[in-house]
């Protein structure tokens, strides 16, 4: 039998869009290594969207080979998400369970209602940068980026603004735990902790917010989520809420700031706000790979043969610079040609829970940031910005930018 070669998925590769393109041409379906865990990559856009929707593709993890689970390193992004027990790891009648006391929360037009808020919040993130000195670089994910989602996300789930900064220090430490393993369940028993407590204070005074609806729900009708699945279901909203759309408005900024051409395109009107959201989404995906989907039996997609209990890695951002999809011109940014479609929310049963937020946050925050700084400009070359170096994200570490003529 001929030994499979595998590629190495190097989170910390400075020129992804690089890497997927050699994944793109290897195949539809090609062997990976991912943080020591071997998959299969799907890279191209139809084969994602086969496997987003494939009926003999599960999440649930005991479908999974028990040898590759055994290479599992414990607090690595993957060992996080697969064993999560939320939504994002059950199928069929268990996924509806899970998912459907959310929905309601996230449709769109529950969704405009929050415009006030998002508009109150971004417009107190950009009067924090007009009181810094116009000509000096600023660091717009720390400084606008970061802060907006965060704040956004709190308010919808109903963290308390007095808890807000410890409980996104631990879910960054959990996000970004295998930098620190020794440090990995301490942090995470303290953020169980905090939800505890942040849960009960919700329980005694109920407001209009996500913990408020599902702890009603609980009540209601015996348990519907247990306490663990609550548990479960806020961090995955915390942490899939906020770094996803930290990227996303990271990635529209710098792509708009070094490609001048396209931000007078926005300017004069000539194309709208949500085209460069789309674009982005397109073009540079704030998820790069997630993990994954296993097969129940031996299956052939696009002529490759999976065996029962291989892995499927999801590659997000390759989707989106697919030429057999969006053409030769797939590699350029441009708002003339927004997509009509795109993966980057995922395709499906699983499709984002959070689309209608991310869309409206992003497009809030830059119509507020090119309106008020008409100046702003890169403070460096894009070749001088390192990415963030997590398997799942797609962005870069910092956005420094001047704002001032
Ligand atoms: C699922 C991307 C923002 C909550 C997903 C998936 C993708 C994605 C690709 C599907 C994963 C898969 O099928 O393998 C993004 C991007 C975002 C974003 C690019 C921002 C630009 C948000 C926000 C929230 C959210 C703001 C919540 C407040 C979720 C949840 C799921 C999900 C709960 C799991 C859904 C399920 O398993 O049924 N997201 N997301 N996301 N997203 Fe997002």
């Known amino acids: 039998m001929t030994e499979l070669v595998r590629f190495i998925i190097d989170p910390a590769a400075q020129d992804p869009h690089a890497d997927d393109d050699r994944l793109r041409a290897a195949g539809p379906l090609v ?7 071997d998959a299969w990559a799907a890279t191209r856009y139809a084969t994602l969207m086969t496997v987003l929707t494939h009926p ?11 040898l590759e689970r055994s290479k599992l390193p414990p607090g690595t992004a993957i ?13 069929g009648e268990e996924h509806r369970r899970l998912r459907a006391p959310l929905t309601a929360a996230f449709t769109p037009r529950r969704v405009q209602r929050l415009r006030p808020t998002i508009e109150a919040l971004t417009g107190a993130l950009i009067d924090d940068l007009a009181t810094l000195p116009a000509h000096e670089p600023v660091d717009l994910r720390a400084r606008f980026a970061y802060p907006l989602p965060r704040d956004v996300i709190s308010e919808m789930i109903g963290i308390p603004p007095a808890h807000r900064e410890r409980m996104h220090e631990l879910t960054d430490a959990v996000a970004h735990v295998s930098a620190d393993l020794a440090d990995g369940p301490r942090v995470r028993e303290e953020l169980r902790a905090l939800l505890r407590r942040i849960i009960e204070e919700r329980r005694r005074s109920p407001g209009e917010d996500i913990i408020t609806d599902l702890i009603r729900l609980r009540e209601q009708d015996g348990g519907r989520l247990s306490e663990d699945e609550l548990f479960a279901t806020i961090d995955l909203l915390f942490i899939a809420g906020h770094v996803t759309t930290v990227n996303l408005i990271t990635n529209a900024v710098g792509a708009l700031l070094h490609e001048p051409g396209q931000l007078t395109l926005l300017r004069s009107g000539r194309c709208p706000f949500s085209a460069a959201v789309e674009e982005t989404l397109r073009w540079d995906s704030p998820v790069a790979y997630f993990p994954f989907r296993y097969a129940k039996r031996d299956v052939e997609i696009d002529g490759v043969h999976l065996r029962a209990g291989e892995a499927v890695l999801a590659c997000f951002a390759s989707s989106g610079r697919d ?7 797939a590699d350029r940014f441009d708002l003339t040609d927004p997509p009509a479609s795109h993966l980057a929310f995922g395709h499906g049963p699983h ?15 830059l119509r507020a940031l090119f309106t ?6 890169a403070a460096g070359p894009r070749e001088e910005l390192r990415q963030i170096d997590t398997l799942l994200g797609n962005s870069t570490r910092t956005m420094p930018v001047v704002l001032g003529p």
């Open 372 to 377: 008020a700084f008409p100046a702003i400009r």
């Open 323 to 329: 030429p057999e999809r969006f053409g030769a011109d």
């Open 351 to 365: 499709f984002c829970l959070g689309a209608p937020l991310a869309r409206l946050e992003a497009e809030i925050a």
């Open 79 to 91: 060992d996080r998400i697969v064993t999560d027990i939320s939504m994002l790891n059950a199928d």
């Open 31 to 37: 062997p990976v290594t991912a943080e020591g865990v």
């Open 56 to 66: 003999d593709l599960t999440r649930e993890i005991q479908y999974w080979d028990p």
